[in-house]
């Protein structure tokens, strides 16, 4: 309740100012609740760590093994990981009703959703990318790999952010939604997770991974300006417009 | 057109072919099906609804 | 024209429409089928590389068209449902999914039965196979999406969002599984590549192609009739039609 009120009071300002204000006030709405809940904050890591556990467990010890895999592991791992935050995005808006609020106001539909998936990634792709950085040692992914890991973290997670609201979006307020988003998010994040980890294993080998980058760019910038369109148009008709 | 007695043979790839071939013709076969009876059912059951609706009035 | 297509956007008429399409579609493909089967089999000669195995294409490759085929149906009729809200283009889009997916299944199974003898294995992360089975999960995703949502029309429309993003994402999805590839793989040619094509092999495979199509048409209208109707079971028209069947 107590949510709702700080919402609505924020709303009600908010309804009078600018673009950027509206934009803003939602986005550190957003984090301010996120960073509540600690327990969904740290979930994911937890399970990305464990995750990463398991794989010198099942393969063995071995450096060179590891290593040569290492890249593909941790992107595995981020995506599934990823996947399980996307319940998060409208969920608790939805229950609660306030989501409704948003949507039905007339103001600058394609900005609440905006500000609300760059909240996700701030709650959910920043932890990774630093958790990532920290994991990579346990694979022996070497340094100057490390480097290149960074940056398709950078231009991924928050395509896994853009592409995973819209999955959230569709299945709100829907039996057993955590699995059906992995699966509705997976098959479409497949291009991300092959330039990204081609990235990294020509890092490896000390070949140019301009190319990649460009591809995860390109795609980004792609989901910057499509999902949003998507994520809005899914929220309508979820919530009966 | 070669058509020896070993046609079902299919030049020793027949499993291949054979399988290949039925099991387009079940796929085909079931999305055909599939439909037909259930169309059948929900004709069937609205046409019991509407028997019931009309005896309720009498 | 656009009178015509509105009534026809209609349930009532896309229902008389239906009755009165079908039974053509359905002997035309059927017609064709056993062409294209004693074409497949009888008429074209074997594949001097392949030999008779080769005769898998003409199953293979229609349904490889048709998955694509389908997917670009079913998010255009979804697309279309979103902007004109016609239920009979949301009929077809979720009708579409489960012949689109029945299709993906046949290419990719037919495919690795093609390439058991030709590989030496039943599956190979070969370009092609590998974008038919992520659109395989798309389907897979489309229908998951579709059984979770209990109003069918809200549904329908998720599904439409959903396909859409689908549609941007396949180029994208298509190349990089086949850079992917040629990065992994290095020149090994895929020998599921259509050899380079004789036109007595190609007669058939067209025909087989056009019956697919007609097949999928037929069975596409059927499904979405039967949506209809039990969307319409209320209406008056199925009232109506009900009495009739009654009264016979």
């Known amino acids: ?241 | 057109m070669e058509q020896s007695g070993n046609f079902f043979q299919m030049g020793g790839y027949a499993f291949y072919v054979w399988s290949s071939y039925g099991l387009t013709l079940i796929v085909l076969l079931i999305n055909y099906l599939s439909p037909k009876f259930s169309e059948k059912k929900l004709i069937a059951e609205l046409v019991k609804r509407s028997k019931l609706k009309k005896t309720d009035i009498k | 024209m656009w009178k015509w297509i509105t009534k026809f956007a209609s349930p009532m008429h896309f229902y008389l429409l239906v009755n009165r399409l079908t039974p053509w579609l359905g002997w035309g493909a059927a017609i064709l089928f056993v062409a294209g089967v004693y074409g497949a089999l009888f008429y074209a000669p074997a594949d001097y590389q392949q030999g008779e195995s080769f005769r898998i294409i003409y199953v293979h490759v229609p349904s490889a068209w048709m998955s694509m085929f389908i997917y670009m149906v079913m998010a255009a009729a979804g697309g279309a449902g979103l902007i004109w809200k016609t239920k009979v283009s949301d009929a077809i889009a979720r009708s579409s999914a489960p012949l689109g997916a029945s299709f993906t299944f046949l290419a990719l199974a037919t495919g690795s039965l093609w390439g058991k003898p030709m590989w030496g294995t039943w599956w190979v992360w070969d370009a092609r196979l590998t974008s038919e089975l992520i659109l395989l999960f798309l389907y897979l995703g489309y229908i998951a999406l579709q059984s979770a949502i209990d109003d069918k029309r809200t549904a329908a429309r998720a599904g439409a969002i959903l396909a859409l993003v689908g549609v941007v994402n396949i180029p994208i999805i298509h190349y990089s599984v086949e850079w992917w590839n040629t990065l992994h793989q290095g020149p090994t040619i895929t020998k599921l590549d259509t050899p380079s094509i004789h036109i007595d092999m190609l007669i058939p495979l067209l025909i087989m192609a056009l019956a697919f199509n007609l097949y999928y048409a037929a069975m596409v209208l059927i499904r979405a009739r039967h949506e209809i109707i039990e969307q319409e079971k209320n209406s008056k028209w199925v009232q109506d039609l009900i009495i009739d069947k009654v009264a016979v």
């Not at chain 1, 009600?12 to 550190?28: C, D, G, N, R, W």
């Not at chain 1, 890991?149 to 950078?154: G, P, R, V």
């Not at chain 1, 098959?187 to 980890?197: E, N, R």
Request: net charge neutral.
């Open chain 1, 1 to 241: 309740m107590a949510r709702y009120r700080y919402f609505k009071d924020s709303f009600v300002k908010a309804m009078s100012v600018t673009p950027l204000k509206l934009f803003s006030t939602i986005l550190f709405r957003d984090i301010f609740l996120g960073m509540r809940s600690q327990s969904e904050l740290v979930n994911p890591l937890v399970f990305f760590i464990m995750v990463i556990t398991m794989f010198p467990l099942a393969i063995g010890p071995e450096q060179a093994a590891l290593m040569q895999i290492s890249a593909a592991i941790v992107w595995v791992a981020a995506v599934l990981a990823s996947s399980l935050t996307i319940d998060g995005i409208f969920r608790s808006d939805y229950e609660d009703g306030s989501l409704e609020q948003m949507i039905l106001s007339p103001h600058f539909g394609y900005l609440l959703v905006g500000a609300k998936i760059l909240a996700h990634w701030i709650l959910s792709g920043v932890p990774l990318v630093i958790m990532v950085l920290l994991a990579g040692p346990l694979l022996y992914l070497p340094e100057h790999a490390l480097k290149t890991l960074f940056f398709t973290l950078i231009l991924g997670t928050p395509i896994l952010s853009l592409i995973g609201a819209i999955a959230g979006a569709l299945t709100m307020g829907v039996r057993s939604s955590g699995m059906l988003q992995a699966l509705l998010i997976l098959p479409l994040i497949m291009p991300l997770l092959i330039f990204s980890v081609s990235a990294v294993n020509n890092a490896m080998k000390g070949l140019s991974v301009d190319g990649e980058l460009y591809f995860l760019g390109a795609i980004l910038v792609l989901a910057l300006t499509l999902a949003p369109i998507a994520v809005y148009s899914a929220l309508k008709i979820r919530l009966g417009e």
